[in-house]
Structure formats: structure tokens, C-alpha cells
């Protein structure tokens, strides 16, 4: 964020739903970035990440989207959640698998794990300040 601020790039970010409230679904998610591009005149590029990838998937069908970005996430066909798709895996979950806390429907990243899952190939200093910033999403579809 602060490189397009930077480069004097306009973004709007946005707390999904699913962030906060233990039974938004990824509707609700997408219901939500769909509601955002509604203020904005013009194209847009929704950028998502890991599950943002689910819930930009479903929001790019809104008309202002010129282009969808996936980094480090879930590129879903239609139907698809990020609990139940067709994206292959290994039967060993490794890293990723140990780093995620799953109950009740949430996820979570374990902090204490977070570094070898999701920032092995990053600066110390980069991984360490990282390590605690995932947010806990739903399961529900």
C-alpha cells in the first residue's frame, strides 16, 4: 500500500466481513467488495490474497473490474469455495497444513508457525514483523 500511495495509485481496502463476524459467508464477503466498487467511477483491480483470492473470484463479475490479481491465493472456478474446490494438494499438508487452526468454522494462522509456512523465503526482519498479522476467516460457504 504505501508504494501505490507513493505512486499516487488511488486504492480502497477493505475489512471483510468474515474478518469480524463468525457467520459471514463468502457471499457476505463478496456482497461486501461488490458494495465498495459501487462508489467507484471508473476500472478497477481487485487484488486478492490467500482467501481474498475466493473473494475476489466471486466480486470480479461486477462491471467495473478491468483486471483480478491473485497473490498467494485461491484462484476458485465458479461454484467453488475455498473449503471445498478442486485445487490439487499434497497428502502431506507440511508447513501450511500445521500453520492453520481450524475450529468451529474459523480459520486461524498459528503466529508461532506463520514464518516457515508463509514467509520461509523472506528477509528475518521481514518474517518476524509479518508474523503475527493473519486474520481468522470463515469456512462457510
Known amino acids: 500500500m504505501p508504494l501505490l500511495d507513493a505512486a499516487a495509485v488511488p486504492l480502497v481496502v477493505v475489512d471483510l466481513p468474515s474478518v469480524s463476524h463468525d457467520n459471514a459467508t463468502l457471499h457476505d464477503d463478496a456482497d461486501y467488495v461488490r458494495g465498495a466498487l459501487d462508489s467507484i467511477e471508473g476500472e478497477a483491480v481487485l487484488v486478492g490474497h490467500s482467501y481474498g483470492g ?10 467495473n473490474v478491468a483486471h483480478l ?3 498467494c491465493a485461491f484462484a476458485l472456478e465458479v461454484g467453488e469455495s475455498a473449503s471445498r474446490n478442486s485445487l490439487q494438494g499434497g497428502d502431506d499438508p507440511g508447513e501450511l497444513g500445521a500453520a492453520i487452526v481450524i475450529a468451529d468454522k474459523v480459520y486461524a494462522v498459528d503466529p508461532d508457525r506463520a514464518v516457515a509456512a508463509f514467509f520461509h ?21
Open 54 to 63: 475466493a473473494v475476489i473470484s466471486a466480486a470480479g463479475v461486477h462491471p
Open 69 to 71: 490479481v491473485f497473490l
Open 121 to 141: 523465503d523472506c528477509a528475518p526482519d521481514v518474517a518476524s514483523a509479518r508474523r503475527s498479522t493473519g486474520r481468522r476467516v470463515t469456512l462457510r460457504s
